[in-house]
């Protein structure tokens, strides 16, 4: 079975500082994804982020990246120069492909509250 | 195109009431996913649909709930005798078959009250 654990309930951060999310997930599968995504309160969920499994190279979007330890099952998003608008929940997510499609985990979320 | 939208947003009901959500997906998008997420938790999963075709179903989706996608567009999610432990918001997901990346767009979901 696969799991995924976000250890940090909630967060802040100070306005243009820089914030670590903290994501461990424990599969036996060898090929997957792992994903990042945002919901701002009473809105929907967004996309921040994916990696492949198979890429060593951590993706990197804008302001985000990630630091993607596959040995260890670690997937941890860094949010750099923090803006009042990425308070949110974030989910941490690992995507497997199965006979029949896709199959997504989620993690509990982190509320990250980013301060004035 | 307008993303994946849901409708009613918010549905208040009686215990013991049926309630039924419906999901319209990105166009084009053949898959589809149901989606439950209870305060202070991450997604869980439902259901699934390849176009008209249920292809998964979760073991939370007890015998009260009954999901449809008759024509491989829009979806349907039923409850049957709700029951106050359904109140949860409902999301629904969409993808195509091969998507970059495998990333499933959300909708913004429909709450559930029971009471």
Known sequence: ?116 | DTGVSQNPRHKITKRGQNVTFRCDPISEHNRLYWYRQTLGQGPEFLTYFQNEAQLEKSRLLSDRFSAERPKGSFSTLEIQRTEQGDSAMYLCASSPDRSSGNTIYFGEGSWLTVV
């Open chain 1, 1 to 116: 079975a696969q799991t995924v654990t976000q250890s940090q309930p909630e967060m802040s951060v100070q306005e243009a500082e820089t914030v670590t999310l903290s994501c461990t997930y424990d599969t036996s599968e060898n090929n997957y994804y792992l994903f990042w995504y945002k919901q701002p309160p009473s809105r929907q969920m967004i996309l921040v982020i994916r990696q492949e499994a198979y890429k060593q190279q951590n993706a990197t979007e804008n302001r985000f990246s990630v630091n993607f330890q596959k040995a260890a099952k670690s997937f941890s998003l860094k949010i750099s120069d923090s803006q009042l608008g990425d308070t949110a929940m974030y989910f941490c997510a690992f995507m497997k492909h199965v006979r029949t499609g896709n199959q997504f985990y989620f993690g509990t979320g982190t509320s990250l509250t980013v301060i004035p």
